[in-house]
C-alpha cells in the first residue's frame, strides 16, 4: 500500500510517497513524519471481524483463541491471511494492538483506541464501540453515494444519448436536407457542431483534465503547503458547513470513547492530536496541548483555537469536572451527528432536482433539435 507523509520542518513542508504494507510499518520508514495517511482511500471492512472479535472475547475466549476461531471461520476467508499473520505475531510474544498495526490497513485513531483498551483490559468493550463508530461512518458515505448515484446515472444517459443522436440520426438529417439544397434548424445545427466537437475533441478534453488532475495531485503530495491551504478553505470556505459539523461529530465522538478510558483531558487529546489525518485539524488541535498542560481550561483553549462555534464554546463551559467530561461529548456529538444529517440530507435534496434540471434542459435541447427538421420537412418537398 502507498503512504502519503508530510515532515514539518523550520523551512517550510516537505512531502513525499513511502510505500509498507500498513500505517505503522509506514510511519517506522518515516519516523518524523508529522502526517501519514494512505494515497488511496481504504478498502478495508473490518466492523464484522471486530464486531467478531469482540463477542468471542465477552463469551471468555482470549484474543488469541479468537484469532483462531476466525481463522477456521468460512466467514472471514477474505482475511484469512491477516488473521493468521495476527495469530503468529501473538505466539511471538506481541500483543494483538501490535498484530493489528502490522497486518491491518486501519486509520490511527482505531489502531490507538485499540491499543489503549488492551492496556485496560476492557478489550471486548471497545471493539464492539469501534464496530460502531465505523458503521455510523459507512452510513454517512452510502447515504452521499446514493444521493449523488441517481444525478450522475441521468447526466450519464444525456451524453450517451447525444452521442447516439449525433452519429445515427442527425447525419441523416443532414443528407436528407442537402440533397433538396436546404439547410437545417439553426438549433439543430448547433447541437451538430457541439456534438461533432465533443466526438472528435472530447479524448483530448479528458486527457487534459487527467493530466491536470494528476499534476495537482502531485503538487499536494511534493509541496504540502499546497494541501494544508487546501484543507483550511475547505473548512472555513463556503462549503464548511458541512465539513465543520461533520468534525465536531466526529471530534467529540473520538473524545468521549478515549476519555472513557484516560479520564485525562491532556492525554486524551494528545491521542487524537497524534492520530488525527488532517493536517489542518492537527495543527489547530496541537495548540491546545501546551495551554492546558499550564492549567487552561478546555472552552478557553478551544475558544482560542478557532475551530469550534459559539454554541459548542458554551456547552464546553461545563468540562471543568472530569466526571461530566464524557457525557457532555458524547451529548455534543450526537446533537451534531443529527444537524450533520439533517445539513446533509438538504444538500443532496437540493443537488438533485438541480441536475435533474440540467439533465432534462440537455435532454428536451437534444428533442427538439430532433423535431424541428420533421417539422420542417414539408418545406422542402
Known amino acids: 500500500m502507498i503512504y502519503r507523509y508530510m515532515i514539518k520542518t523550520s523551512h517550510g513542508w516537505r512531502g ?7 500505517w505503522e510499518k509506514a510511519r ?43 481463522a477456521q471461520s ?24 501490535e498484530g493489528m498495526r502490522e497486518h491491518m490497513n486501519l486509520s490511527p ?6 491499543e489503549l483498551a488492551e492496556s485496560t483490559g476492557k478489550i471486548s468493550h471497545s471493539l464492539e464501540t469501534i464496530e460502531t463508530y465505523l458503521e455510523r461512518r459507512k452510513e ?12 450522475l446515472v441521468l447526466l450519464c444517459m444525456s451524453i450517451l444519448m447525444l452521442f447516439v443522436l449525433s452519429s445515427l440520426v442527425f447525419p441523416v438529417f443532414k443528407d436528407l436536407f442537402a ?12 447541437t451538430m457542431a457541439f456534438a461533432k466537437g465533443v466526438s472528435s475533441y472530447g479524448i483530448y478534453l479528458l486527457f487534459a483534465i487527467l493530466l491536470s488532475y494528476g499534476i495537482f495531485q502531485w503538487c499536494k503530495i511534493y509541496y504540502p503547503r499546497l494541501d494544508v491551504w487546501m484543507e483550511r478553505r475547505k473548512y472555513e470556505g463556503w462549503k464548511g458547513f458541512l465539513y465543520r459539523e461533520a468534525f465536531y461529530e466526529d471530534f467529540f465522538r473520538k473524545l468521549s470513547m478515549v476519555y472513557g478510558y484516560h479520564k485525562n483531558i491532556v492525554e486524551s487529546l494528545d491521542i487524537l492530536v497524534r492520530t488525527e489525518e488532517n493536517v489542518y485539524i492537527k495543527e489547530k488541535l496541537q495548540q491546545f496541548l501546551p495551554a492546558m498542560e499550564e492549567g487552561a481550561t478546555f472552552r478557553a483553549t478551544a475558544s482560542n483555537s478557532g475551530l469550534f462555534s459559539e454554541n459548542i464554546l458554551a456547552l464546553l463551559g461545563s468540562v471543568r469536572t472530569s466526571g461530566v467530561t464524557t457525557e457532555v461529548a458524547r451529548s455534543i456529538s450526537q446533537y451534531y451527528e443529527k444537524r450533520y444529517q ?30 424541428l427538421p420533421l417539422f420542417s420537412m414539408p418545406s422542402i418537398f
Open 28 to 70: 517506522q520508514v518515516k519516523p518524523h513524519a508529522y502526517l501519514i495517511r494512505p494515497l488511496f482511500q481504504r478498502k478495508e471492512e473490518p466492523e464484522a471481524f471486530l464486531w467478531a472479535i469482540g463477542i468471542l472475547t465477552e463469551q471468555g475466549c482470549t484474543l488469541y483463541e479468537a484469532l483462531s476461531l476466525l
Open 109 to 114: 485513531f482505531i489502531l490507538g483506541y485499540v
Open 140 to 151: 454517512v458515505r452510502r447515504k452521499v453515494r446514493d444521493g449523488l448515484s441517481y444525478p
Open 179 to 190: 440533397s433538396y439544397g436546404a439547410s437545417l434548424p439553426l438549433l439543430t445545427r448547433l
Open 342 to 371: 439533517y445539513k446533509l440530507q438538504r444538500f443532496l435534496g437540493w443537488l438533485g432536482p438541480i441536475t435533474v434540471t440540467v439533465a432534462g434542459l440537455c435532454i428536451g435541447t437534444m428533442a427538439l433539435s430532433l423535431l
Open 16 to 22: 513525499g510517497l513511502v510505500q509498507a504494507t500498513s
Open 74 to 97: 468460512k466467514e472471514f476467508r477474505r482475511d484469512h491471511k491477516k488473521i493468521l499473520a495476527m495469530r503468529r505475531s501473538m505466539e511471538q510474544g506481541k500483543t494483538f494492538s
